[in-house]
């Protein structure tokens, strides 16, 4: 079962293994640019990397549930303990055993990528209404990139030397600092 399944997932990387290797100058081919959109950026791509990302740790922790299962179920007997605290003499678990591992683990991640594609729509919708349109905030520009500074501004070339006269902020614009303290 194990192997028919790492048969499975093994055949895309083995057609894209033997199409680089067909072509005697297969290194010497330009590097196409990546799209805008990966493939694990997509709904069916974090689905399929969520799913199989998170069956060794289904795999794992349903193993553990179902030896606790046996232990309970064979009312506490030492030969049927759980994982960390199993002798040597405990019975090996049987094919039909495996395969209920197995299955149990895949449909728990298989649940687990389901629960995230029918919650990531409505998670996305709120970041997009606390950033306003954009899925994700921008960096802040860069220094001097940008930015525009309350007050005159006069024109490149222009100065007071060219004719032009500069006139004083106006107060309250935070262009000109006050020489008070506060509280006067």
């Given at each position: 079962?194990i192997?028919?399944?790492?048969?499975?997932?093994?055949?895309?990387?083995?057609?894209?293994?033997?199409?680089?290797?067909?072509?005697?100058?297969?290194s010497?081919?330009?590097?196409?640019?990546?799209?805008d959109?990966?493939?694990?950026q997509?709904?069916?791509?974090?689905?399929?990397?969520?799913?199989?990302?998170s069956f060794?740790?289904?795999?794992?922790?349903?193993?553990?549930?179902?030896d606790?299962g046996?232990?309970?179920?064979?009312?506490?007997?030492?030969?049927?303990a759980?994982?960390?605290?199993?002798s040597?003499?405990a019975?090996?678990?049987?094919?039909s055993?495996?395969?209920?591992?197995?299955?149990?683990?895949?449909?728990?991640?298989?649940?687990?990528?389901?629960?995230?594609?029918?919650?990531?729509?409505?998670?996305?919708?709120?970041?997009?209404?606390?950033?306003?349109?954009?899925a994700?905030?921008q960096p802040?520009?860069?220094?001097?990139?940008g930015?525009?500074?309350?007050?005159?501004?006069?024109?490149?070339?222009?100065?007071?030397?060219?004719?032009?006269?500069?006139?004083?902020?106006?107060a309250?614009?935070?262009?000109?600092l006050?020489?008070?303290p506060?509280?006067?």
């Amino acid at each position: 079962m194990i192997l028919a399944l790492a048969l499975c997932l093994s055949l895309p990387f083995a057609g894209a293994a033997q199409e680089a290797g067909s072509s005697p100058s297969a290194s010497a081919l330009p590097v196409s640019p990546p799209t805008d959109l990966a493939f694990t950026q997509t709904p069916l791509g974090r689905f399929e990397t969520i799913a199989v990302g998170s069956f060794p740790i289904a795999f794992f922790y349903f193993g553990i549930g179902f030896d606790l299962g046996s232990y309970f179920s064979h009312g506490f007997d030492p030969l049927y303990a759980p994982w960390p605290f199993k002798s040597d003499r405990a019975p090996a678990p049987s094919d039909s055993d495996k395969q209920v591992r197995i299955l149990g683990a895949a449909l728990i991640s298989l649940g687990l990528a389901s629960l995230d594609a029918l919650l990531r729509p409505g998670a996305d919708k709120r970041r997009r209404v606390a950033h306003g349109t954009e899925a994700f905030p921008q960096p802040p520009p860069q220094t001097g990139e940008g930015l525009s500074l309350p007050g005159p501004s006069s024109p490149p070339g222009g100065g007071p030397e060219d004719g032009a006269t500069a006139e004083p902020p106006q107060a309250g614009t935070g262009a000109q600092l006050d020489s008070k303290p506060f509280g006067e």
